[in-house]
Structures are given as C-alpha cells and as structure tokens.
C-alpha cells in the first residue's frame, strides 16, 4: 500500500483520534479470477455504494465481527483484461481487501485486491502538499542551514489542520482555560457552531482567533444549543490546548 499517511508530533498526537475517525479514499487495483464483462463490473460497483455490511479480514488488529460501514463513492476508472482500476469514498475502518473479496463474490467469478493507493485521509489530499521522506529530509537538512521557518512549513502543519472536517463549535475567551483544565461546555460559553451538529457528535472546540482548545461530544444538536441559556452543550473528551495560553477566569469548587 501507498499514498497518504498523516504522522503527528509532540502534542499534535492528541488529534489522532479526530484522523481516525475521518473518512478515506483509495484508488485500487482489483484483480478478477476468470473475466467479466465491463458492464457486469460497473452493475456491481453500484450495488455497494451507501451502507455496506463487512467482517474484518483473518489479518487484522480487531475482532472479526461483523459491523457496518458506509461507501460514499465507487467510481469504475478503468479496465484491462482481467485488472479493475476503481476509486472508493469510505468510512474510516473500511477493509478494502475485503471489499474486493465480496465485489468478486457479488461478481461470482472471485477476486483480490492487487494494489491499494491511499488518495485522502480526513482532510489530507494526496495531490494537495504530500511530501515524500526523501523531501522532509531535504527540507530538514535545508532548515538545519538557513533556520528559515518556512522550509519546516512546507511539511509541518499546524494540528488545526487535521481538524478541518469535525463540526467545530467556536467559544468565548472566559471559556477556553477551564476547559483546557477539563472542564465541561456550557452554553454561556459559547459564541458560534457549525449547522447540522447532532447529538452525540465528535466536535472541535476552537477560540474566536482558530485555536484549537479540545474534542468533545455534544449532548445536544445546534437547533437545540441555540435554544440553550444554560446548562452542558459538550462533555471533553480531549484536552489540546496547554493550560494557562489564555486568563483563568473561573473558580474551582473549593
């Protein structure tokens, strides 16, 4: 497998499980065990588009029990012989060798996935500032000579960043260190949130100026918060902004 592999640094790991969580997309080859037509193949690329039933495969690192995941795309590319190029939109922890394994079984001829190209992961877009190890090592080296930032920024982001598709919800300054002390949100603290938030959500929690304070889960959706002058909107799931950037302006209970 190649493509797209986010790796976070120091404190930025805290935004790992936000990059677990996000979609993903892939360009596979898929290899046929005896030949289809065309039109078989894209009829049955159609038929897994949306919520798809998989187990994981016997060499995995979780239980083999079956669950859902949902493709959002599967766009036939190209095809030569018995090679089916094709390219999947899909739920984080979507197995697709074992994708492949049931488009052959739906095709009644059998097939195995060949070779896998990650393209996307969460918002992390192959043709959109991919660096290879050999370019970090260059522009590292370049760095260590001239100490000019902006060679670092051509492969270190900010943790912003891998938060780019979460709902976020946007908060006072009086807020933003009690929560950094994991504290809870209350509906006074905040000041604007994304649309279409809903229960139970995984939300990022930024200040007014795009810092990233923490993840959360919301206990209510955004028609609900709007309506809210009181009480808990988000219980903190993860703390990623260090104690003490902005003013305490809260008391403890003792």
Not at 85 to 90: E, I, M, W
Not at 149 to 159: A, C, G, N, Q
Not at 182 to 189: K, M, R, S
Not at 212 to 232: F, P, R
Request: aromatic share 8%; net charge positive; with cysteine.
């Amino acid at each position: 497998m190649t493509g797209v592999l986010p790796v976070a640094l120091e404190d930025a790991t805290k935004v790992v499980e936000a990059l677990l969580l996000a979609g993903k997309e892939y360009v596979c080859v898929m290899r046929l065990h005896s030949s289809v037509s065309e039109d078989q193949v894209k009829a049955v690329l159609d038929e897994f588009h949306g919520v798809i039933y998989q187990r994981p495969p016997l060499r995995a690192s979780v239980k083999r029990r079956l669950r859902t995941r949902k493709i959002y795309y599967l766009d036939f590319l190209e095809m030569e012989e018995r090679n089916v190029l094709f390219k999947v939109g899909c739920e984080a922890g979507t197995y697709i060798r074992k994708l492949c394994y049931d488009l052959g079984e739906a095709l009644g001829c059998g097939a195995h996935m060949r070779e896998l190209r990650r393209t996307r992961a969460g918002p992390f877009v192959e043709n959109n500032g991919l660096v290879t190890l050999h370019d970090v090592s260059y522009l590292f080296a370049q760095w260590q000579e001239t100490k000019e930032e902006s060679l670092l920024r051509k492969f270190i982001y900010p943790m912003e960043k891998a938060l780019e598709l979460l709902p976020k919800i946007y908060i006072r300054d009086s807020a933003v260190d009690a929560l950094c002390h994991g504290a809870h949100l209350a509906a006074p603290g905040i000041l604007s949130l994304d649309k279409e938030i809903k229960p139970k959500n995984v939300v990022a929690i930024f200040t007014q100026k795009g810092e990233a304070v923490a993840l959360a889960k919301t206990q209510a959706s955004t028609e609900e918060i709007l309506k809210m002058d009181h009480g808990l909107v988000t219980k903190t799931q993860r703390v990623l902004m260090p104690r003490g950037i902005y003013p305490r302006m809260w008391r403890s209970s003792s």
